[in-house]
């Protein structure tokens, strides 16, 4: 009896940290959106194939350029450690828009929703993949929007826009998003 007692003190507090747990997860400030957020690009990256020129050398650098005023409140630099496919990430922060060409992933942050059809205009066909959490950038022209539904970081990918920009996505990352024209 005692020994059931115990055990019934022991999953009530199981179930109390868990709850608790949630909670602070369901409460959990923007840092850890932005986190997960930066996370997702990074994870795009891996994901996506450029056109055979867009590499100099197989070591060349990958650019992410971020345009915005502290986009994901700085968490994408956390990128400058890492690499993909053994290219180094380098970050360029708010690039000039004749430079955006020459970035393999341009971020736009949200403060950037003016410039869309600037966006548009320069990289019409560059094989640079576009993510921004701006909402509706997937229907606007872009290739990747991250957004928030039900308290979950999701994203959107327009594919057509990708494909005509000579990017290879693949069908791992297109069978888990939604899909916009």
């Given at each position: 009896?005692?020994?059931?007692?115990?055990?019934?003190?022991k999953?009530?507090?199981?179930?109390?940290?868990?709850?608790?747990?949630?909670?602070?997860s369901?409460?959990?400030?923007?840092?850890?959106?932005?986190?997960?957020?930066a996370?997702?690009?990074?994870?795009?990256?891996?994901?996506?194939?450029?056109?055979?020129?867009?590499?100099?050398?197989?070591?060349?650098?990958?650019?992410?350029?971020?345009?915005?005023?502290?986009?994901?409140?700085?968490?994408?630099?956390?990128?400058?450690?890492?690499?993909?496919?053994?290219?180094?990430?380098?970050?360029?922060?708010?690039?000039?828009?004749?430079?955006?060409p020459?970035?393999?992933?341009?971020?736009?942050?949200?403060?950037?929703?003016s410039?869309?059809n600037?966006?548009?205009?320069?990289?019409?066909?560059?094989?640079?993949?576009?993510?921004?959490d701006?909402?509706?950038?997937?229907?606007?022209?872009?290739?990747?929007?991250?957004?928030?539904?039900?308290?979950?970081?999701?994203?959107?990918?327009?594919?057509?826009?990708?494909?005509r920009?000579?990017?290879?996505?693949?069908?791992?990352?297109?069978r888990?998003?939604?899909?916009?024209?």
């Amino acid at each position: 009896m005692k020994a059931l007692h115990h055990a019934m003190k022991k999953a009530l507090l199981f179930s109390l940290i868990a709850l608790l747990f949630q909670i602070v997860s369901i409460r959990a400030d923007s840092m850890t959106e932005y986190g997960v957020k930066a996370g997702f690009v990074y994870n795009f990256a891996k994901f996506v194939e450029w056109p055979g020129t867009v590499f100099t050398t197989a070591a060349a650098p990958l650019r992410l350029c971020v345009l915005g005023k502290s986009p994901l409140d700085g968490k994408l630099q956390l990128l400058a450690q890492r690499q993909i496919h053994k290219h180094p990430i380098e970050i360029t922060d708010n690039p000039s828009t004749q430079d955006w060409p020459s970035c393999q992933i341009l971020y736009l942050g949200a403060d950037q929703a003016s410039r869309l059809n600037v966006l548009q205009a320069t990289l019409a066909q560059a094989p640079v993949l576009t993510i921004s959490d701006i909402p509706n950038f997937a229907e606007k022209g872009g290739m990747i929007e991250l957004y928030i539904e039900e308290g979950r970081v999701r994203f959107a990918i327009n594919p057509a826009i990708a494909q005509r920009a000579g990017l290879k996505l693949s069908s791992q990352i297109l069978r888990i998003a939604k899909i916009v024209e």
